[in-house]
């Protein structure tokens, strides 16, 4: 059964980091490629970041683009969200989720909360 | 960036109506186009990639069509845990992109 679940949430102070963690199991992790998205309270969906499934390329939301850093250790199957510079607009719930070979996402993990105040 | 318009942002019926939602891209997305449903306070379910394909498990009460920018979703036979938001996704080109929702209330 595939598992995906994100820990490293909690109270991020502005202009602070955090770190996003996502345990994998269940798949061979290293086939994926794994992304993160957020939703803001009361918000929708949004994209984040996606990594390859060597660690070869990434991509970024312009949101969080020179900010934020996505890395994954294929060895422990774990995959990593730098959140440096944080603002009040970063507020949301962190999901992690794997991509498909055909692109789309499938498994989505439970979230964490990223609250960020002063 | 692709932009996707996600119709109507929400919709009221009853336990076993069927309903349809409507999504437009801003650009043609080849139907790299996925739908998912999020239950109040849980994380978002995969239900249709590639526009059309369901996911593993998805009932066949749901279905997705469309082609070029745009795409539909429609839910047939509701059931209680079908009231929930609905979203698409756009999976051609990065940014990935996702309609702004639609929440599909209990009438």
């Known amino acids: 059964e595939v598992q995906l679940l994100e820990s490293g949430g909690g109270l991020g102070q502005p202009g602070g980091s955090l770190r996003l963690s996502c345990a994998a199991s269940?798949?061979?992790?290293?086939?994926?490629?794994m992304t993160w998205v957020r939703q803001a309270p009361g918000k929708g969906l949004e994209w984040v970041s996606l990594?390859?499934?060597?660690?070869?390329?990434?991509y970024y939301a312009d949101s969080v683009k020179g900010r934020f850093t996505i890395s994954r250790d294929n060895s422990k199957s774990v995959l990593f969200l730098q959140m440096n510079s944080l603002t009040a607009d970063d507020t949301a719930v962190y999901y992690c989720?794997?991509?498909?070979?055909?692109?789309?996402?499938?498994?989505w993990g439970q979230g964490t909360l990223v609250p960020v105040s002063s | 960036d692709i932009q996707m318009t996600q119709s109507p942002s929400s919709l009221s019926a009853s336990v076993g109506d069927s309903v349809t939602i409507t999504c437009r891209a801003s650009?043609?997305?080849?139907?790299?186009l996925a739908w998912f449903r999020q239950k109040p306070g849980k994380a978002p379910e995969s239900l249709i990639y590639?526009?059309?394909s369901l996911l593993s498990g998805v009932p066949s009460k749901f279905s997705g069509s469309g082609s070029g920018t745009d795409y539909t979703l429609t839910i047939s036979s509701l059931q209680p845990e079908d009231f929930a938001t609905y979203y698409c996704?756009?999976?051609?080109?990065?940014?990935?992109?996702f309609g702004r929702g639609t929440k599909l209330e209990s009438k």
């Open positions: 989720a794997r991509r498909e070979v055909a692109f789309y996402l499938d498994y």
């Open positions: 269940g798949f061979t992790f290293h086939n994926y490629a």
């Open positions: 990594i390859s499934a060597g660690g070869e390329s990434t």
């Open positions: 650009q043609g997305i080849g139907n790299y």
């Open positions: 590639a526009a059309t």
């Open positions: 996704q756009q999976y051609k080109s990065y940014p990935y992109t």
